[in-house]
């Protein structure tokens, strides 16, 4: 097996330990050597303070009687020790002083309104504390004693800190070093296991144990859920076959179903254009004798013909659904099949009292579509103006766009109207705004559905806007031309 952790890997592992060993020993060397520094500070304080009370006491005789050689013994003595010392009275004459030579220079003596207390001047500390008999101030001791300065015990934290550094630097890289191999070891397995299912996709492969307990407890967690993605792969795959076996029998169904009505469709329309055209000869016959049963002829004739366009529209659908619908593509002259699609209309719009009005230009370029196609689009748009408006106003309204090579037809009605939410349901087949309307109007449903389908196939679209109790408007956007790359007389859907 190919090692899937590089080197590198573990040389940044390591580094990484390294320096955050030494960023954590550097805090605490830090913050030791500036305890030390602190601590050494307040203990030369207590013992300068110390001495200095020693020395203020032996030094109030002298102050007292103005004893100066007294006064220069207590300075002398204090000097084996001290840096500098000053000894003063009340009225701020100095009866003895001295200073170390070759230690630092000192300001001048302090008076009596001189700050009584403690001072750091660099490495020493200065002292002035009062000489007091019996409650008295009779004069101060200036006592400066020289200790070890800042620098001093920054290098010796610094030098105990990079001997803890180096210490830690070595420990750290030698522990890692140990503890590598006892984690790279079950990751690459790990990792070469990840990649062996990636790459083969085989869910039966597992991750070796390890010996340690808690990346066992991680290697098994990986091998759990390799097992569930196995269980649910096959799950899935069955349930994909049994989708696909599915899908085949309603598209054989579905395939069953437009044949059938195909068939039917067919069957239904022979006898049925026989009955029509019988009644018509019998209806005129009929007609010369001034026979009173003319009227239900009549009607037997306007139930066939409705009978025949429901039929007519089935056979549509079930060629759409078949996907066995062409296009028969030649010019006309869209203006000459608009006014005989008006002429057709005309009967009925004026059934339900409405006027029926053509709005178009006098002249317009001829068209290469499907004729037969557009007069039935027409028709059903304009049938369905007729239907749902009562004593209303139809227009028609037909219009080039040479911007885009295209003809617009629209069929604006003053009838029931519509909202968004049954404008989105009209192009689904055998569907119609609600219920109602079925009961009251009429229809199955598929006029909309067959003239969308049909616009489609022509490289058109549909356009509809609607409101309630105002009325609708379809529009048509035909290209004048089937676009490039339409070849031949016919375009299959």
């Known amino acids: 097996m190919r090692r899937l952790i590089r080197p590198n890997f573990r040389m940044r592992v390591t ?66 020790s001290a840096v500098a010392i000053s000894i003063v009275d009340r009225q701020n004459q100095a009866l003895a002083s001295g200073r170390r030579p070759g230690t630092i220079e000192l300001p001048p003596s302090p008076s009596r309104s001189a700050k009584v207390g403690i001072s750091v001047l660099g490495p020493a500390t200065r002292i002035v504390m009062p000489i007091i008999v019996t409650n008295e101030v009779v004069g101060w ?72 307990p808690a990346i066992n407890r991680v290697l098994a967690g990986f091998n759990q859920m390799i097992k569930e993605v196995q269980r649910r792969e096959a799950t899935l795959a069955k349930t994909l076959t049994e989708l696909e076996d599915a899908r085949d029998t309603a598209e054989e169904a579905n395939r069953a179903k437009s044949d059938f009505l195909a068939a039917m469709s067919h069957e239904l329309r022979t006898p049925l254009n026989a009955v029509i055209a019988y009644a018509e000869i019998v209806e005129e016959d009929l007609a010369e004798e001034d026979s009173p049963h003319v009227e239900d002829l009549r009607v037997i004739s306007a139930s066939g013909r409705h009978l025949l366009t429901l039929i007519n529209g089935v056979l549509d659908f079930a060629r759409i659904e078949a996907r066995q619908v062409s ?43 499907d004729s037969t196609k557009v007069r039935q689009c027409i028709m059903n748009i ?90 609708s408007k379809f529009t048509m956007i035909l290209p004048q031309r089937l676009p490039a790359g339409v070849t031949g007389a016919q375009r299959s859907l």
């Not at 200036?142 to 001997?163: H, K, M, N, P």
Request: proline content about 3%.
């Open 382 to 471: 304009g049938a369905n103006a007729c239907k749902f408006t009562s004593n209303g106003v139809i227009t028609v309204t037909v219009e080039e766009m040479p911007d885009t090579e295209c003809v617009r037809i629209s069929v604006e009605d003053t009838g029931v109207g519509m909202d968004m939410e049954l404008i989105d349901r009209l192009f689904k087949p055998f569907s119609q705004a609600d219920a109602s309307t079925t009961r009251k109007f009429g229809g199955t449903g598929l006029g909309l559905a067959i003239t969308d389908e049909f616009v489609r196939l022509m490289s058109g679209r549909m356009e509809v806007s609607s409101t309630v109790g105002v009325g």
């Open 327 to 369: 296009l028969d593509l030649h010019g006309f002259d869209m203006l000459a099949l608009v006014r005989e699609v008006e002429a057709t209309l005309r009967p009925l719009a004026a059934r339900n009292g409405n006027r029926l009005v053509l709005d178009m230009p006098s002249r317009m370029r001829p068209v290469i579509l």
């Open 141 to 212: 001791l200036d006592l400066t004693s020289e200790g070890e300065s800042l620098s001093t015990l920054a290098a010796r934290a610094a030098g105990v800190a990079v001997i803890l550094l180096i210490g830690a630097a070595v420990m750290a890289t030698l522990a890692t070093r140990q503890l590598m191999p006892m984690l790279m070891g079950p990751l690459n397995k790990l990792l070469a296991t990840i990649e062996g299912v990636t790459r083969s996709g085989d869910y039966s492969l597992r991750a070796s144990s390890s010996s340690d």
């Open 15 to 80: 580094l990484v330990a390294t320096l955050s060993t030494v960023f954590a020993l550097t805090i605490s060397c830090s913050a030791l050597a500036l305890w030390q520094y602190n601590d050494a500070r307040d203990r030369a304080e207590s013992q300068n303070r110390h001495i200095a009370e020693v020395l203020a006491s032996a030094a109030s005789a002298p102050v007292v009687f103005g004893d100066r050689a007294a006064a220069n013994e207590i300075v002398t003595a204090a000097l084996k």
